[in-house]
């Protein structure tokens, strides 16, 4: 709820500055004035979805939270990527983008200012699309919990009977 009252003050706060009508929108008015998400890229949010929740259930840095990085997320409207963070709400309900907890030091670690050395009871999230086709990708997940500690399984996805079935291609652990 909290993100989405963020998202709506800062939605007003752009369209405020860029409109050249004396008219200004309400926050409703501006979230209803978005398309809704459109198949294919439901599609992708799934795939997203389905790959990173598979390397967290590999390996994890605990659930206190979940922080994804919404930048790795290719090809998704805002409106998509936060469809992505509602999908974790299942695994722990704590979600958030990464943008708005890496400066937070009650979750990630940094080590002398310069890189984020562990996240503290959470995990951080994101993807590397390597390919994608119609019904078919290629795609890293990356489920980080420290400079120590990650696994990056690489899948082979084959979307079938409307869901993404993975095949795993390779696996890396830091």
């Known amino acids: ?23 200004q929108e309400t926050p409703l008015e501006a979230e209803n004035s978005h398309p809704e998400i459109n198949a294919e890229e439901m599609k992708k949010v799934e795939l997203y ?3 990173m929740k598979a390397a967290f259930e590999i390996e994890n840095g605990g659930n206190s939270f979940i922080a994804i990085k919404l930048d790795s997320l290719e090809g998704l409207s805002r409106r998509a990527q936060e469809k992505v ?5 299942d695994l ?11 400066d937070d030091p ?8 310069s890189f984020p050395n562990r996240a503290i009871d959470g995990t951080v999230l994101s993807v590397d699309l390597k ?8 795609i890293e997940a990356v489920s980080w919990f420290g ?6 399984p690489t899948y ?11 095949k795993l291609i390779s696996f890396a652990v830091a």
């Not at 989405?4 to 004396?22: A, E, K």
């Not at 963070?85 to 709400?89: A, E, G």
């Not at 390919?131 to 290629?138: I, L, P, R, V, W």
């Not at 082979?156 to 993975?166: I, M, S």
């Open 131 to 138: 390919e994608y086709g119609n019904d078919t990708a290629q």
């Open 106 to 113: 009650t979750k990630i670690e940094w080590y002398n200012s």
């Open 49 to 51: 979805t389905t790959v």
């Open 92 to 102: 722990c309900p704590h979600v958030y983008s990464y943008e708005e907890i890496k």
């Open 85 to 89: 963070l509602d999908n974790f709400t």
């Open 156 to 166: 082979e996805a084959k979307y079938v009977n409307n869901h993404w079935e993975l």
């Open 1 to 23: 709820m909290r993100r989405m009252v963020i998202f709506l003050l800062l939605l007003l706060l752009f369209l405020s500055g860029c409109s050249s009508s004396p008219v």
């Open 147 to 152: 400079s120590l500690g990650a696994v990056l």
